[in-house]
């Protein structure tokens, strides 16, 4: 089987040692190797830069140049063929230079026969071979040891969050019991503090008929400054204004619940409406100082899909918006159907994200916070999430204005 002969450039300013080389190559097998001549260091730069050479032969004299200067200016052109620089005999500091600035070897001119020519031509070759593949080695590894610290931080970015969850029901549960009776306790003491408002009320009338130096008229002055009006009055709405807490606490643990959904399959029929309005709910307390919330939902279809994990991607937009707005802002979340998909976008009107940063937002680990307060894994994970409901989600951006963030996923049931 023949094989193509291997290409060699020489860079020297005499022909008759480019005729002495090809000559001492010719003594192998035919067409083993392939010698060009370049005369001069420029056009030695030209004729590499035009075609590709396994190995180079350089004199290291080279008129106003050396050898020196051509491994550099190889430096600086990045990676190129192993060079051999044919070296003055007795300059042994130039030899060891050469080697120094990169050379794979170096032969003294007119010391040098056809077998050791060839053994250091073997030499660089293998060499050069070697390198290749622990380059590649290195590569390979360094995408090996990327894709294992991805999938290292996913799979803890999902426990932690998977934690949360459960910590979440755990909670929700221990708050459902308590609050279950102090709410049951608050709507039994409205019904008692209405028959008692009503007794009151015709006791008023009493004391406001009776005449002096009677019983009841002491009982109004007592009445007067106990200030029995305003307490009676007052019990009522303070009752109300403890039920409304109460609901309030109930409509909490629900969310809670629903955000978590560790006590249902985490595969199942949702609305995306009731996703963003719990998802709301746990992060208020991220958005109500910087920014007035705006809801615009559209109808939707109850759809099959992982609940759990399109909270987290809504979390994430949230929190994200919040944090684009320096000071005060409006963010707006919007759901609709289009051509038989399920769409919600997050608006902020905050900083903005310019166009270098926007091209890289959704690779992992990239992150604009501070070391120590981000990960770089919320957008990526939230990438990965819509696009395992077979979905898209996009982004769209003005420096100054504010950020779109758009959700899609078809309202068919996702693979799983």
Same mark, same amino acid.
């Given at each position: 089987?023949?094989?193509?002969?291997?290409?060699?450039?020489?860079?020297?300013?005499?022909?008759?040692?480019?005729?002495?080389?090809?000559?001492?190559?010719?003594?192998?097998?035919?067409?083993?190797? +392939?010698? #060009?001549?370049?005369?001069?260091?420029?056009?030695?730069?030209?004729?590499?830069?035009?075609?590709?050479?396994?190995?180079?032969? @350089? =004199?290291?004299?080279?008129?106003?140049?050396?050898?020196? #200067?051509?491994?550099?200016?190889? /430096?600086?052109?990045?990676?190129?063929?192993? @060079?051999?620089?044919?070296?003055?005999?007795?300059?042994?500091?130039?030899?060891?230079?050469?080697?120094?600035?990169?050379?794979?070897?170096?032969?003294?001119?007119?010391?040098?026969?056809?077998?050791?020519?060839?053994?250091?031509?073997?030499?660089?070759?293998?060499?050069? /071979?070697?390198?290749?593949? !622990?380059?590649?080695?290195?590569?390979?590894?360094?995408?090996?040891? %990327?894709?294992?610290?991805?999938?290292?931080?996913?799979?803890?970015?999902?426990?932690?969050?998977?934690?949360?969850?459960? !910590?979440?029901?755990?909670?929700?549960?221990?708050?459902?019991?308590?609050?279950?009776?102090?709410?049951?306790?608050?709507?039994?003491?409205?019904?008692?503090?209405? %028959?008692?408002?009503?007794?009151?009320?015709? !006791?008023?009338?009493?004391?406001?008929?009776?005449?002096?130096?009677? &019983?009841?008229?002491?009982?109004?002055?007592?009445?007067?400054?106990?200030?029995?009006?305003?307490? @009676?009055?007052?019990?009522?709405?303070?009752?109300?204004? %403890?039920?409304?807490?109460?609901?309030?606490?109930?409509?909490? *643990?629900?969310?809670?619940?629903?955000?978590?959904?560790?006590?249902?399959?985490?595969?199942?029929?949702?609305?995306?409406?009731? +996703?963003?309005?719990?998802?709301?709910?746990?992060?208020?307390? =991220?958005?109500?100082?910087?920014?007035?919330?705006?809801?615009?939902?559209?109808?939707?279809?109850?759809?099959?899909?992982?609940?759990?994990?399109?909270?987290?991607?809504?979390?994430?937009?949230?929190?994200?918006?919040?944090?684009?707005?320096?000071?005060?802002?409006?963010?707006?979340?919007?759901?609709?159907?289009?051509?038989?998909?399920?769409?919600?976008?997050?608006?902020?009107?905050? +900083?903005?994200?310019?166009?270098?940063?926007?091209?890289?937002?959704?690779?992992?680990?990239?992150?604009?916070?501070?070391?120590?307060?981000?990960?770089?894994?919320?957008?990526?994970?939230?990438?990965?999430?819509?696009?395992?409901?077979?979905?898209?989600?996009?982004?769209?951006?003005? *420096?100054?204005?504010?950020?779109?963030?758009?959700?899609?996923? &078809?309202?068919?049931?996702?693979?799983?």
């Amino acid at each position: 089987m023949s094989t193509s002969p291997v290409p060699i450039l020489l860079v020297d300013h005499d022909e008759k040692d480019f005729n002495a080389a090809r000559a001492l190559l010719e003594q192998f097998e035919t067409d083993t190797y +392939c010698l #060009d001549w370049a005369p001069d260091y420029e056009a030695g730069l030209r004729a590499l830069s035009k075609g590709a050479y396994a190995l180079v032969l @350089v =004199e290291y004299h080279l008129g106003g140049k050396t050898g020196l #200067d051509f491994l550099q200016s190889l /430096k600086d052109r990045g990676p190129e063929a192993p @060079v051999i620089v044919l070296t003055e005999k007795g300059d042994r500091e130039v030899d060891l230079q050469v080697m120094r600035e990169g050379a794979y070897d170096f032969l003294i001119k007119g010391e040098y026969d056809a077998s050791l020519l060839e053994r250091s031509l073997r030499y660089a070759l293998s060499r050069r /071979k070697t390198e290749e593949h !622990l380059l590649h080695t290195a590569r390979e590894l360094e995408r090996m040891n %990327s894709t294992l610290k991805e999938t290292q931080s996913r799979i803890i970015q999902q426990e932690k969050m998977a934690s949360i969850g459960q !910590l979440a029901a755990g909670v929700a549960h221990e708050i459902n019991n308590p609050i279950g009776f102090v709410s049951s306790n608050l709507r039994t003491l409205a019904k008692y503090a209405d %028959s008692v408002t009503g007794f009151f009320k015709e !006791l008023q009338r009493l004391l406001a008929d009776a005449p002096a130096g009677s &019983p009841l008229h002491a009982l109004k002055d007592q009445w007067r400054d106990r200030q029995l009006d305003y307490a @009676v009055e007052d019990m009522i709405d303070l009752i109300q204004e %403890s039920l409304e807490g109460t609901d309030r606490v109930v409509k909490i *643990v629900k969310d809670l619940k629903n955000f978590s959904r560790v006590d249902e399959a985490e595969h199942q029929h949702a609305n995306i409406n009731d +996703c963003l309005d719990s998802t709301i709910n746990i992060v208020w307390n =991220e958005l109500k100082y910087k920014a007035q919330l705006t809801k615009e939902y559209g109808a939707l279809p109850r759809i099959k899909c992982f609940p759990r994990l399109l909270n987290q991607v809504f979390m994430n937009l949230l929190v994200n918006a919040s944090h684009a707005i320096e000071k005060q802002g409006v963010i707006t979340v919007k759901t609709w159907q289009d051509n038989g998909s399920i769409v919600a976008s997050v608006s902020d009107t905050g +900083c903005g994200i310019p166009e270098p940063i926007r091209k890289k937002i959704f690779e992992p680990f990239f992150t604009t916070k501070e070391a120590g307060k981000g990960t770089g894994l919320g957008l990526s994970i939230a990438y990965d999430i819509v696009a395992r409901h077979k979905g898209e989600i996009t982004v769209d951006s003005e *420096v100054g204005r504010g950020t779109t963030f758009t959700v899609r996923v &078809p309202a068919l049931e996702p693979q799983s």
